[in-house]
């Protein structure tokens, strides 16, 4: 079993900067791959970015290229979102997840609302 908790959500006005962070634990093994989606209301859940247990980034959505970036801690089950010059239809709730073993982990979301 893999719990997933995320951190690092809010209210924030356009323009401004959010890190979300995500950590993993439980029966956790190499490779894995971690990623955060967003859902927004009345639209269907969304891949934001994600990135191997090895470091590479093989997914930037092109909505928030240059302006998202995705990482982790080589140490641990840990990922992390850094948004900058976040706008109003960034707002949603930010789902952290990770694919395991051929199973999809999610965790209970964090909303990010970007209103001045």
């Known amino acids: 079993q893999v719990q997933l908790v995320e951190s690092g959500g809010g209210l924030v006005q356009p323009g401004g900067s959010l890190r979300l962070s995500c950590a993993a634990s439980?029966?956790?093994?190499?490779?894995?791959?971690m990623g955060w989606y967003r859902q927004a209301p009345g639209k269907e859940r969304e891949l934001v970015a994600r990135i191997s247990s090895g470091g590479s980034t093989n997914f930037v959505d092109d909505s928030v290229k240059g302006r998202f970036t995705i990482s982790r801690d080589a140490a641990k089950p840990t990922v992390y979102l850094q948004m900058y010059r976040l706008q109003p239809e960034d707002t949603a709730v930010y789902f952290c997840n990770m694919w395991l073993g051929g199973t999809n982990y999610w965790g209970q979301g964090t909303q990010v609302t970007v209103s001045s």
């Open positions: 439980g029966s956790i093994f190499r490779p894995y791959v």
